[in-house]
């Protein structure tokens, strides 16, 4: 009978100990992406590398039903104490406010057991909101440079003319400048560059458009952002192709290059100019997952909307980036972007 007793005890302790080693430290998720926490992977720590990224920019008001729980500030806390804590992160839309309700316990893991941290604004307007990083590897080099997006064909008056156009339009928008950030770090004596990306938000003002605006009208601008090239979005996206190939010149000997961010272009049928464009040099490791980034679950109300996938990662080989997954954490309106790099 205590044999009995013993193996079934074993078997709920294996059923156990699996859930355990599938979620690390149990996270506060939406249930929406409950599924994509199957698709996490442990593996051997000497054969990859773990990597973080995630928008958190609403981070500061996602609270639990009492007031007493910040989610983002305890999603991180568990996850850099979980199995699969990563050895890069990096957040974007990072500021002030997010800063205030990380806890002194989040802050502590965080400090512990990421000694190489960094934070680079997103534009000199804005030198309080950018990316902030965390790695467990000394950073060996980094380049940083402010990118433009009105086209450089242009004249210098349409230049104008096109600046004051979106200027009038995206009023309320972050990032309609940007900057060009890329740190590279030695493992296993390779060198890996990181380019976190946050480009342009002219959609926001498509989905802000009122019941006024006739339906050509509305379409007419839907194509100028989804399949035109005068607009922030894309203009901020090829010239950070071209800083990428400036900067890392030839990109042939540098295959260990990863892209990954909020392009705010989503990825949906694959129709939208700027995603099409970074195809053509890159691949897309999530392409085969089913799931959006944005607008989460309990995003505020001016986020909500279709949800569609514009956070990505993208890299030179198809074989540089494994076990891609979108993680179902609450803590901001966007979703993170949790993956392996092969480092053999």
Not at 19 to 26: E, F, K, N, R, T
Not at 153 to 169: F, G, H, N, T, V
Not at 253 to 274: C, Q, R, T
Request: charge should be neutral; aromatic fraction near 14%; charged fraction near 20%.
């Amino acid at each position: 009978m205590r044999s009995i007793v013993l193996l079934q005890f074993t078997f709920y302790f294996l059923i156990f100990l699996k859930s355990s080693i599938c979620l690390g430290a149990p996270f506060i998720i939406d249930p929406i992406l409950g599924d994509q926490l199957q698709r996490v992977q442990l593996s051997d720590p000497q054969s990859k590398m773990t990597v973080f990224w995630w928008n958190v920019q609403e981070g500061f008001s996602h609270l639990s039903a009492d007031g007493s729980t910040n989610y983002l500030s305890e999603n991180l806390r568990r996850l850099v104490h979980g199995f699969y804590a990563p050895e890069l992160i990096v957040l974007g839309e990072y500021g002030p406010q997010v800063e205030r309700v990380l806890t002194s316990h989040t802050k502590k893991a965080l400090h512990e057991n990421y000694p190489f941290q960094g934070f680079v604004s997103y534009s000199n307007s804005e030198p309080h909101l950018g990316f902030k990083y965390f790695s467990k590897h000394p950073i060996s080099d980094s380049f940083v440079d402010l990118l433009d997006w009105v086209p450089k064909e242009m004249s210098k008056e349409q230049k104008e003319e096109l600046r004051k156009l979106w200027a009038q339009r995206m009023v309320q928008s972050k990032n309609i400048l940007s900057q060009y950030f890329r740190i590279s770090m030695e493992v296993k004596g390779k060198t890996y560059h990181f380019v976190p990306v946050h480009l342009s938000h002219p959609w926001r003002y498509f989905s802000q458009l009122g019941r006024d605006r006739g339906y050509f009208e509305k379409y007419d601008i839907f194509k100028e952002i989804a399949f035109g090239k005068n607009n922030p979005n894309y203009g901020q996206l090829s010239n950070l192709l071209e800083a990428i190939q400036k900067d890392l010149l030839p990109l042939s000997n540098h295959e260990k290059l990863i892209l990954m961010g909020d392009f705010n272009i989503p990825s949906d049928y694959g129709v939208a100019i700027g995603y099409r464009l970074l195809r053509k040099y890159f691949t897309d490791p999530y392409q085969d997952i089913d799931a959006p980034t944005f607008p989460s679950l309990n995003a505020q109300g001016a986020a909500l909307g279709t949800p569609v996938k514009i956070d990505h990662v993208f890299s030179l080989r198809k074989e540089t980036v494994s076990n891609p997954v979108i993680l179902p954490l609450k803590g901001s309106d966007h979703y993170p972007l949790w993956f392996q790099i092969e480092l053999n």
